[in-house]
């Protein structure tokens, strides 16, 4: 059974930092790149960080350039991605969920990825 567990979120002031984890299992995810997307209250899920699957290249919407780092761990039957978010803003407060593409090398179309996590909500105050 494909399971992506999420972890991590919360409720900050801004100008601190968060670390939110992805546990991947199921199947064999360490051929495949993964993501995070948030996605704002009125507003279209958007793509925040990409990474392939070893771990070597990462991109990242213009956002959040500088302030996120997109990380992951392969392990023989799971992956654990990271999403570490330093010098949050107010404007960073959505739902974010992390994501499987169906491809090795990073992607940025929504549509690319097929399996979700649940979602986890992080809340910046001014």
């Known amino acids: 059974q494909v399971q992506l567990v999420q972890s991590g979120g919360g409720l900050v002031q801004a100008g601190d930092s968060l670390r939110l984890s992805c546990t991947a299992s199921?199947?064999?995810?360490?051929?495949?790149?993964m993501g995070w997307f948030r996605q704002a209250v009125g507003k279209e899920r958007q793509l925040v960080a990409v990474?392939?699957?070893?771990?070597?290249?990462?991109?990242?919407a213009d956002s959040v350039k500088g302030r996120f780092t997109i990380s992951r761990d392969n392990a023989e039957n799971s992956v654990t991605v990271y999403l570490q978010m330093s010098s949050l803003k107010p404007e960073d407060t959505a739902v974010y969920y992390c994501?499987?593409?169906?491809?090795?090398?990073?992607?940025?179309?929504?549509?690319?990825?097929?399996?979700w996590g649940r979602g986890t909500q992080v809340t910046v105050s001014s």
């Open positions: 994501a499987k593409t169906i491809y090795s090398s990073r992607t940025y179309s929504s549509r690319d990825y097929d399996y």
């Open positions: 199921g199947r064999t995810f360490s051929v495949y790149a």
């Open positions: 990474i392939d699957c070893n771990g070597g290249t990462t991109d990242y």
